[in-house]
């Protein structure tokens, strides 16, 4: 598959990846290499990652414990603290091998410690393949509210090995599929279209929608890299989605959802709201809510809950002079950006979904 490339960085696919960061290493001079896991990807993927790594540099493996909820401030310290005692320098190198917690958490460090270190993505997950690696965004959670801390910068390249998802159990695949279905909401109907029929999709299939959806983030982001306009359009699904995986993150009786099983049930809801308040078609709505319920488990959100979660929207990174702005549809392929909706119609659309 052909390299994606931008002003700052590229993303290389398989083989070429490696080609790519073998010749990387060897034009430059680092000190060292550290390489950041979690416990799943120290297991599953990081002998792959070192089969194909050809370097004298000396390298250092740190491990992070895996999941949502240890992306945060006290990961970080370990890290830094990590990385200062096995003696990290400005020319070392950070290459984040896992998935979207490790490359937002990887990343975040990297651009903090000692004012910045270069560093390289790897994902592991079919999401951060498809989202997480791509445009530039790390950082961490601030409790059980995402992605309170970061900054927007990009390492020097992603490679997308799609090996790697023979590792994935079958939940955190869909879990990706969510980001993928988002992309052909808002920019491209024909993409959307190629996933109405996933039953016939083959592992080439799935490559091939893989590069079409980080070219589709990737042009979204070159465009607007700092979320002024165009990008905030990659954040439809999430403001109601954000704010159901915060609450089922922090409520002790529920089950943590994966982000993508989170933001399938946000857009489902936006697109409700989006037929209400836009004139989205119904007739596309009640298609978009058969397609992920056909890939997700319908998620149990009480009336007792709606309170709670709407009162989340509140911490979430689009809104403005205390507007809480909605990403919506007004067709597929034509989103609209800083939408304001009531809560009354934020009910409305819960009770859309439960029925």
Known sequence: MTSITTDTYAVHFNATGYRELNNYLKNNRFSKLFIIVDTNTHTHCLPHFMSKLETDLECEIIEIEAGEAHKNIDTCVGVWNALSEL???????IINVGGGVVTDLGGFVACTFKRGLKYINVPTSLL??????VGGKTGIDLGALKNQVGVISSGDMVIVDTSFLDTLPQNHLKSGLAEMLKHGLIYDPSYWNEFLDLNNLTLDDLDILIHQSVEIKNTIVTEDPNEHGLRKTL?????????IESYFLSASDRKELLHGEAIAVGMIMETYISSELLGFPKNDLEIIKETFLKIFKKVTIEASDHNAIIDLLKYDKKNEH?????VLLKEIG???????VENELLIKAFEFYRL
């Open 128 to 133: 951060a393949m498809v989202d997480a690696s």
């Open 322 to 326: 205390g507007n809480i702005n909605f």
């Open 334 to 340: 034509a989103p609209k950006i800083d939408c304001l």
């Open 235 to 243: 954040n439809f699904g999430h403001t109601l989605g954000h704010a």
């Open 87 to 93: 003696g990290a320098d400005r020319k070392s190198l």
